[in-house]
């Protein structure tokens, strides 16, 4: 089946999407009879350009690769004046990436771009953690009303499969507790608090260099990135109806290397655990560092991995480990989706 795709959104995951389908684009025809003509691509920063007829994906990479705008990509056409909603609604798209920037107060813009294209039919699948965070039932019912797909995969560990996992490979077991290192970057900074004896200012002034933590690193090392991923958890696979200023929050800024030394001493590791467990109908969660034993797997997860253990009633305890960010790894995520609506479609 082909399918009309748009990409609202085209900064470092959108092209990562991008270069994914142009590299893998006849291997996924073949293997699974999946074909996508990328028919609209629109920007904030980079503009926007639409053809029913399909564009060539080579040509956008390389005009953004060359640090041009979208109007480059048919420089004979004047530039497309239409905001992200009027695109969604003239572009024609069977499936629609939302991979515009998280704003984890509001969901917006990306919840409006959600709620449109969804209320046309139209398929969406989006790594943004806003919208699922805070509006995820009220998303979900709106794709079902008009008989669409609203997938969220990219949204809590990247392209490892955190949804993809508990809804195929868990078949009959409930989930009574997640909790799992779900942000990469204060993990890279406890790892070298460590094991290189660094301070935290010191292991901070790293992950900045490296690229782990922004010029502001609030939202991580604060605790309120992981908070939205583990609000997602709560209530897509738990079933909770969990609000973001109900999760009880910490972060890293108070862990001292004398305490990371004691906590080794004594055949623990620090990490920051995300938390979320269901009591009868109850969901509670929780974000902070707590001392593992080294024998707990998420206590030997390093760098900037992240990792998450499912507590099932009939299986036990099962971990998964994977990055949690990346251009092609969150492009990977994305993937994943439009697949499985492909799958389900059929």
Request: a positive charge; one cysteine or more.
């Amino acid at each position: 089946m082909k399918y009309k795709l748009a990409l609202i959104g085209c900064g470092t995951v959108g092209q990562g999407l991008l270069e994914i389908l142009t590299d893998k684009g006849e291997a996924m025809k073949e293997a699974y009879g999946f074909e996508v003509k990328v028919v609209a691509v629109a920007d904030k920063l980079k503009g926007t350009i639409m053809s029913p007829s399909g564009l060539n994906i080579r040509k956008i990479l390389t005009v953004l690769a060359a640090g041009k705008p979208l109007s480059a990509y048919d420089p004979g056409k004047k530039p497309l004046a239409m905001d992200p909603l009027e695109v969604i609604g003239a572009c024609g798209a069977d499936m629609i990436a939302e991979l515009t920037y998280t704003n984890i107060k509001t969901g917006e813009p990306a919840t409006s771009y959600i709620k449109k294209a969804l209320s046309l039919g139209i398929h969406v699948a989006t790594s943004n953690k806003g919208p699922a965070a805070l509006h995820y039932h009220e998303l979900r019912a709106l794709a079902e009303k008009h008989g669409a797909f609203f997938r969220i995969e990219g949204t809590v560990m990247s392209g490892t499969p955190v949804f993809t996992l508990a809804e195929n490979g868990f078949p009959g077991n409930e989930a009574r507790e997640i909790k799992g290192i779900l942000n990469g970057t204060t993990n890279f900074i406890l790892s070298k608090m460590e094991m290189d004896g660094m301070d935290y200012p010191e292991a901070l002034a790293l992950a900045q260099k490296l690229g782990y933590a922004e010029a502001d690193p609030t939202a991580d090392v604060e605790g309120f990135d992981a908070l939205a991923k583990l609000v997602i958890l709560s209530n897509v696979i738990l079933g909770g109806r969990v609000k973001t200023s109900q999760v009880k929050r910490e972060g890293i800024t108070g862990i001292t290397k004398a305490m990371v030394d004691e906590a080794k001493q004594a055949g623990f590791r620090y990490k920051l655990i995300a938390e979320t467990k269901r009591v009868g109908s109850k969901v509670t969660a929780a974000v902070g560092p707590q001392k593992l034993p080294l024998s707990d797997p998420l206590a030997g997860v390093m760098g900037a991995q992240n990792a998450l253990t499912f507590d099932l009633d009939l299986l036990g305890k099962v971990t998964i480990q994977g990055p949690g960010a990346g251009k092609l790894q969150t492009g990977a995520a994305i993937l994943q989706d439009l697949l499985a609506m492909h799958r389900d479609l059929r």
